[in-house]
């Protein structure tokens, strides 16, 4: 779009270009002063004379009879108005081609629907689509239409330059709310970085408050099996049993005292397990270098397994149903030979088992738990659930008639190595010391 003061040449040019064509109207083909406005009505004819003078042909043939002179007059107003309609027309080019770019502009603005200033024009009588035949009421017509497209002109420059002021804007408002997401994502990472420092103080507090709740509970457990030894809670020191009633790593008994170096042994013990698959493992010795010098183990779906320094013999014994079962295991360093008790009855015998190696002496014997170093690193898996009681150890290979004997409870022979007495036994992670069933009871329960 042009500006007003680029416009007032076109307007100028406008306006002299529909004079012009008045004085043709008016004057024929007479030039006239740059400027001038003639103003031309119907006369009478005996005033032609007098008002306003005939064209120049007229008057050079005025000696023509009257009937040529009114078709020679005719002839010249058919070519001032074929003139004026031309003028018109080219005047009528311009304006639409100004108020088709007027048009764009407005709609490129936005402020102004395309064809606004045609409706406040057409509210008038006469329009651009029908001019008046008054030459003056065109030329009024002409500037008052210039004065409207010069207003408008004026009115769209205007706004452009508000828009300009305004074209910082947006910059402005943009680098501010780059700003402010800047500062709203410090907000959020610092807010994460307290959480997650909370998170790691909560997780070390909940550890701490777990250790110290660990070490009350084993200090309590402590101070009852003290209480209960104190008090005398068993008739005998033989009289009571080890319960072990979860599958876990930290629930185990201790042997106070060690094995010195055997040739040949006999254990001898009750117990009661209904685990599943596998009791576990009932006792464990091992010594340094070697974890698994006396295993007695079920682990799994295989069958009951008895280690002598790390070598496998598979015993028929069937002790996982619930019941009490007294169980005799004998071994001799000689050619290896063992034999398996249940309830009294021998069920199996072998050989080559750690031949000709002397049991280690200074090791930890373990009651419930499997270890894999001297006294520790326990797996929940391997773990005895159940109860135990007489667990006695000799240094030699008993007779059956001796394990008969002790099973239907006609003797009662302690071990001469460990002996099941209430203080060589220690309990610990929540497994208790209970008074045991008789004898005879346990009988009955086979």
Known sequence: PRSPAGML??????LLAVAAGGRGAAAGDQESPPGSRFVCTSLPLDAAGAGCPLPSVLMQGSALPPEEELK?????????VLQQKE???SQREAIRELTGKLSRCESADGKSAPGTWKKELAKGKDTMGDLPRDPAQV???LSRTMQTLKDRLESLEHQLRANVSYAALPNDLREMLQRRLGDLERQLLSKVAELEDEKSLLHNETSAHRQRTETALNALLERVSELEKGNSAFKSPDEFKVSLPLRTNYLYGKIKKTLPELYAFTVCLWLRSSASPGIGTPFSYAVPGQANEIVLIEWGNNPIELLINDKVAQLPLFISDG??????ITWTTRDGMWEAFQDGEKLG???NLAPWHPIKPGGVLILGQEQDTVGGRFDATQAFVGEMSQFNIWDRVLKAEDIMNIANCSTNMPGNIIPWVDNNVDVFGGATKWPVETCEERLLDL
Not at 73 to 79: H, S
Not at 323 to 328: D, L, Q, S, Y
């Open 87 to 89: 003028t018109i027309g």
């Open 72 to 80: 020679a007059t005719v002839l010249q107003l058919r070519e001032t």
């Open 323 to 328: 019941k009490w079962h007294h169980i005799c």
């Open 9 to 14: 040449p076109v307007v100028a040019g406008l």
């Open 349 to 351: 015998t072998g050989e």
């Open 139 to 141: 030329i009024d017509q």
